[in-house]
């Protein structure tokens, strides 16, 4: 099953301007409870049973394309930014190239995107940073990816999981509700809510349980109406409807 990770806001409009917001530190997370220990090894395991071949939607797996995908996939649904990257990176291949071009060459290729102009502008601008700062390669760490125009922590820890295969936890929508739901964090900021799932989830499971909660997210805890009464969740998730 394949789930892609959503870019940080529409058309990465927490893009951190001016000095990098690498600086800012995550907050410090509350010490894992045993009960929510316990919750998290729960959820782990049916997590694995239920979505064991989660994946990330978008297509490209190398690191430049995978950047821009993410970047164009902000309210814009997979099969689209699937049709639509291939074409963009075709035209300009790696940074230097998408660099070179305009703001209106790109926009005019990925218009069908929705927030074209600010994605254009995030795709040129992480490009030509890439070119100045980092010799034309996408870095891996997370903060000299957080010095990229469009691109907050969500989408850095999409590129480091899925195009460098480091342990990323990638906090979208779907993931943060879920974490909450199920006990474990009690936070809404997504930074905050990374922190905590990073003091539960082991390490090597950062990428996949992400892929899993954001499926876990669409198939049945959706945001409206959570299909408890089919998930297999319910046997310990604390959330009121869980048990009614
Ligand atoms: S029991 Fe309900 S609230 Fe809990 S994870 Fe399942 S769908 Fe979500």
New binding site residues.
């Given amino acids: 099953m394949s789930q892609s990770i959503k870019p940080d806001g529409p058309a990465g409009t927490r893009a951190r301007r001016g000095r990098p917001s690498a600086a800012k530190k995550l907050p410090a997370p509350a010490a894992p409870s045993r009960e929510r220990a316990k919750l998290a090894r729960a959820v782990l395991a049916a997590f694995q049973k239920l979505y064991p071949d989660a994946d990330c939607g978008l297509g490209p797996r190398d690191p430049f394309g995978l950047l821009v995908a993410t970047i164009l996939s902000a309210q814009c649904s997979d099969a689209r930014v699937n049709q639509v990257a291939p074409v963009l990176l075709k035209a300009y291949p790696h940074p230097a190239a998408m660099a070179a071009a305009t703001e209106e060459d790109i926009a005019a290729i990925i218009r069908s995107c929705g927030f074209f102009r600010t994605k254009a502008k995030n795709i040129r601008g992480a490009s030509a940073r890439l070119v100045s700062s980092f010799g034309g390669e996408t870095p891996r760490s997370m903060e000299d990816l957080l010095t990229l125009p469009g691109v907050g922590r969500k989408t850095a820890n999409c590129v480091r999981g899925n195009a460098f295969r480091l342990p990323a936890l990638t906090v979208d929508t779907h993931l943060g509700r ?1 974490s909450r ?2 006990g474990l964090t009690r936070h809404e900021d997504p930074d905050k809510v990374e922190a905590d799932l990073g003091e539960l989830i082991p390490e090597e499971r950062w990428t996949l349980f992400s892929h899993q909660g954001i499926a ?1 997210g669409r198939a ?3 945001s409206q109406k ?3 009464d089919r ?4 046997a310990f ?1 604390p ?1 009121p ?2 048990s009614a």
Wanted: some cysteine; charged content about 15%.
């Fill in positions: 879920i739901r199920l876990h049945l805890c959706k959570p299909r408890c998930c297999p969740l319910a998730c959330y409807s869980a």
